[in-house]
T-cell receptor, first 112, second 111 residues
Framework: ETGVTQTPRHLVMGMTNKKSLKCEQH?????MYWYKQSAKKPLELMFV???????ENNSVPSRFSPECPNSSHLFLHLHTLQPEDSALYLC???????????FGAGTRLSVL | DQQVKQNSPSLSVQEGRISILNCDYT??????FLWYKKYPAEGPTFLIS?????DKNEDGRFTVFLNKSAKHLSLHIVPSQPGDSAVYFC??????????FGPGTRLSVLP
């Protein structure tokens, strides 16, 4: 089993749809992250959870709603997205206090 | 304004030669730096790191150099192999802050 698993790998949705991205980590880490990567731009940190508590929300629009039910799972709920939200969404995990983050393969999202 | 810059979007190198990927940063508070490698359809994977108390860190074919006064770091890969073809991201960090990533450099190693 890979360390950080993201599903689905690809998602196409209309602007009125509601969907969720899922991330699961099997590394025993206690911090999880959502990043957005748009074409030719750096990874943008969206949300951080430490010990299931959200510690960072980088001015992300409310149409993105994270959920962390336990330290192994992280969700990103999507609703009424815009075409400019089309991007690669990456989940990562780390052990709190350690610098290295481990990434999933990402969900490629297209908003029509 | 980007705090971490990788000014070369792409780089091509012949197999067996040295690849040098560059990264510049603007925030002098950064004291820990990492390089990640990303293959298509995969997530970034950690490659090598360096803290600001060092100016060089080596791991096999990979060496990272840090020049704090110039706010510049570089990743050297020698000898380069076709399997090294990927996008390389530089990331910077200091305690209490989250990582800031550069936009990446696509390396192509030609056989």
């Amino acid at each position: 089993e890979t360390g950080v698993t993201q599903t689905p790998r690809h998602l196409v949705m209309g602007m009125t749809n509601k969907k969720s991205l899922k991330c699961e980590q099997h590394l025993g880490h206690n911090a999880m992250y959502w990043y957005k990567q748009s074409a030719k731009k750096p990874l943008e940190l969206m949300f951080v959870y430490n010990f299931k508590e959200q510690t960072e929300n980088n001015s992300v629009p409310s149409r993105f709603s994270p959920e962390c039910p336990n330290s192994s799972h992280l969700f990103l709920h999507l609703h009424t997205l815009q075409p400019e939200d089309s991007a690669l969404y990456l989940c990562a995990s780390s052990q709190a206090g350690e610098e290295v983050q481990y990434f999933g393969a990402g969900t490629r999202l297209s908003v029509l | 304004d980007q705090q971490v810059k990788q000014n070369s979007p792409s780089l091509s190198v012949q197999e067996g030669r040295i690849s040098i990927l560059n990264c510049d940063y603007t925030n002098s508070m950064f004291d820990y730096f990492l390089w990640y490698k990303k293959y298509p359809a995969e997530g970034p994977t950690f490659l090598i790191s360096i803290s600001s108390i060092k100016d060089k860190n080596e791991d096999g074919r990979f060496t990272v150099f840090l020049n704090k006064s110039a706010k510049h770091l570089s990743l050297h890969i020698v000898p380069s192999q076709p399997g090294d073809s990927a996008v390389y991201f530089c990331a910077a960090y200091y305690y209490g802050q989250n990582f800031v990533f550069g936009p990446g450099t696509r390396l192509s190693v030609l056989p």
